[in-house]
């Protein structure tokens, strides 16, 4: 019997110190039924050269040009011409441990899975090992999916069937915020069988100026990805698990988002974002919810913040939470 293949997703856009490093941890693999996509997205410096030097040496890599869009639409442009039997969407500055295809493939034929998901490192941007963060305790097989609700979204410690994928017609949504978010929603209501396995899959480089370390109005695009995914549920008839499950989360990462504000340095400007993502909270029902214990206690801080928002978007508030978490770092 044939191996499954994976297919290998991989968006980019002027990630010339990374992306070598990001195709050689993929060629390494040790599992040998591999293509790789590689979707450049209008990238203005020396990656796409270093991706057509690369493929000299790799035959298995098709290489795709657009004009910039984002990260999604280049996913999606992959999904198009990708022929695995599962999918691995990988970070152009993210590194994948050579176990890593070989190990989520086992877990995904051996329990019928349509979706795997392992551990992951945080590295730094020279490469150095920062942090290991096991979200996986033990292995496990569920038949519940809505049970990884809370799971940590990045796409490159998670692979996914295809069928799963081409049967529901999931694609990522076009949102600047919270785009491994909004396609891991959707995938978690699709799908059947979902495997945690305690494997270390990748190494999560932590790059100064990405997005998701961005503080400007773009994080007020949230909102946008949870309309997306709110019509996809309404869509396939989900909307009621869309109220159990996935309201609070929507009201959690409205409140990560919210919680950026203490990096702006205008207080009138700290006062509109707490402002907008107030109002769009407020607007979520959460009577029929689902609450887990982790997220009632941030609910409380969130609705404790709101209420003290002098105080909130002060600057010495920033102060004492960045003094907090330092301490809280160094395990103070």
Known sequence: ?????????????????????????????????????????????????????????????????QENLNAAMARNRGLEVCNGDYILFLDSDDILYENAIANMVKAAVDAKADLVIGNYNTVSEENEFVNEC??????????????????????????????VIDNNGIVWGNVRIGQDLNFFLKFLVCCQTVVAITDCIYGWRIVKGSISNSFDFRIFDITESFKDVKKFYRKAGKEKVYGKYVSV??????????????????????????DYFSIMMR????????????????????????????????????????????????GI
């Open 1 to 65: 019997m044939m191996e499954p293949l994976v297919s290998v997703i991989i968006p980019i856009y002027n990630k010339e110190l990374y992306i070598l490093q990001c195709l050689e941890s993929v060629e390494k693999q040790k599992y040998g039924h591999v293509e790789i996509i590689v979707v450049n997205d209008g990238s203005t410096d020396r990656s796409l050269n270093i991706i057509n030097n690369f493929s000299a040496n790799y035959n298995n890599i098709i290489i795709l040009d």
């Open 134 to 163: 096991n979200i996986i305790k033990q292995n496990r097989r569920s038949s519940e999916p809505m049970e990884f609700i809370g799971m940590v979204p990045n796409p490159s410690n998670k692979l996914y069937a295809r069928k």
């Open 249 to 274: 989360v929507e009201y959690r990462h409205y409140y990560l988002q919210m919680e950026k504000q203490k990096y702006f340095i205008n207080r009138k400007t700290r006062s509109i974002v707490v």
């Open 283 to 330: 607007q979520i029902d959460l009577s029929h919810c689902k609450i887990s214990d982790r997220y009632k206690s941030d609910l409380k801080k969130c609705r404790c913040k709101m209420a003290l928002k002098p105080f909130y978007i002060s600057h010495m508030y920033a102060v004492l939470d960045a003094k907090f978490a330092r301490k809280s770092k160094e």
